[in-house]
């Protein structure tokens, strides 16, 4: 079963403007991480939040968590060429990663 | 560096027939996953091991088994492949304690039943 859903489910925009993409779920969460994929490979991973946590950043990322709204947002300032890519958000429960179905993020040259 | 190892980037298998796919990663974690995704699905955990020769079912299950003899080896079997496992299949690893450590994914398998 899905946990986390993401939207927008794709996004489209211009080199150098941000990129936000939000992901909900349903459940008590231990932490929450964002993960990225490029067409046809592997997820790599970006960012952990943990549930106590409320900001993180990582370089041009930043991610929030909200677990009285069980949401997160991941923003990608300053958006480049090579941030086109999906885009999950995975929540982790004990023994579980369930992962979204994802946003695809385009960013146009 | 993490690395997770997929033996196979593409398969085509004929329906009915046994099908193995392979992974292997190289930093001693103890967890071992292995997920298909789908479009507009997202990732499904299909089995994941805490151990050797451990096992638990994911959210899907039905039509796959697996096997963890070896610590960093994990095998994902496909005992009478059928058009709806055509897919691609993810591996991955990770510590114990998924509360604090991140999840390492190869590379993927696509596989193709016809």
């Known amino acids: 079963s899905q946990q986390g859903e993401e939207d927008p489910q794709a996004l489209s925009i211009q080199e150098g403007e941000n990129a936000t993409m939000n992901c909900s779920y349903k459940t008590s969460i231990n932490n929450l991480q964002w993960y990225r994929q490029n067409s046809g490979r592997g997820l790599v991973h970006l960012i952990l939040?943990?549930?106590?946590?409320r900001e993180k950043h990582s370089g041009r990322l930043r991610v929030t968590l909200d677990t009285s709204k069980k949401s997160s947002s991941l923003l990608i300032t300053a958006s480049r060429a090579a941030d086109t890519a999906s885009y999950f958000c995975a929540t982790t429960n004990d023994y579980k990663l369930s992962f979204g179905a994802g946003t695809t993020v385009t960013v146009r040259a | 560096d993490v690395k997770v190892t997929q033996s196979s980037r593409y398969l085509v298998k004929r329906t009915g027939e046994k099908v193995f796919l392979e992974c292997v990663q190289d930093m001693d974690h103890e967890n071992m996953f292995w997920y298909r995704q789908d479009p507009g699905l997202g990732l499904r955990l299909i089995y994941f091991?805490?151990?050797?020769?451990?096992?638990e079912k994911g959210d899907i299950p039905e039509g796959y088994s697996v096997s963890r003899e070896k610590k960093e080896r994990f095998s994902l079997i496909l005992e009478s492949a059928s058009t709806n496992q055509t897919s691609m299949y993810l591996c991955?690893?990770?510590?114990?304690?998924?509360?604090?450590?991140?999840?390492?994914f190869g590379e993927g398998s696509w596989l193709t039943v016809v």
């Open positions: 939040i943990r549930s106590n946590e």
């Open positions: 991955a690893s990770s510590l114990r304690g998924l509360t604090r450590n991140t999840i390492y």
């Open positions: 091991s805490y151990d050797v020769k451990m096992k």
